[in-house]
């Protein structure tokens, strides 16, 4: 079915990103790879970026602004649409066959953003659970 809008999305997203940000294994790995990124989702008209937090605060260590502009400078860039983003955080879209197959377009460092999919792998299971209690329709 998908998303039912994009408020939806974007409230779905910062569950997940608060998920990976303040998990103690997730979080100051990712803070510690520090790379920047900014994705773009064409088929809902939204931009994220997101990067390392300065400092943890309130157990967070990354930061993410829903915006074209971000006081930082993207290492990298994808470009999806919700339904690769969705597939991907269930654990049933490969990162690197979805740019092979041209799902997700990229730009800068696409190498440093694979290397952080290892990191991410157990924001799989936390995410089904969240579809499964709040968004059943988006289960794939």
């Not at 400092?55 to 260590?61: F, L, P």
């Not at 197959?101 to 659970?129: C, D, E, H, M, Q």
């Amino acid at each position: 079915m998908g998303f039912r809008s994009p408020e939806e999305f974007r409230e779905v997203l910062d569950k997940t990103f608060g998920i990976m940000s303040e998990d103690p294994e997730m979080g100051p790995k990712l803070r510690d790879a520090d790379t920047p990124q900014r994705f773009e989702f064409p088929d809902l008209d939204l931009v994220v970026n997101i990067t390392s937090a300065p400092e943890v605060t309130d157990g967070r260590h990354l930061r993410w602004v829903w915006s074209d502009e971000a006081p930082w400078e993207p290492d990298v860039e994808m470009t999806m649409n919700s339904d690769v983003a969705n597939r991907y955080f269930q654990g049933s879209e490969n990162i690197a066959m979805a740019i092979a197959r041209r799902r997700i377009k990229t730009s800068g460092n696409v190498k440093k953003a694979l290397a952080l999919a290892p990191i991410t792998k157990p924001v799989f299971a936390k995410y089904k659970a969240m579809l499964e209690a709040d968004y059943p329709h988006l289960i794939e």
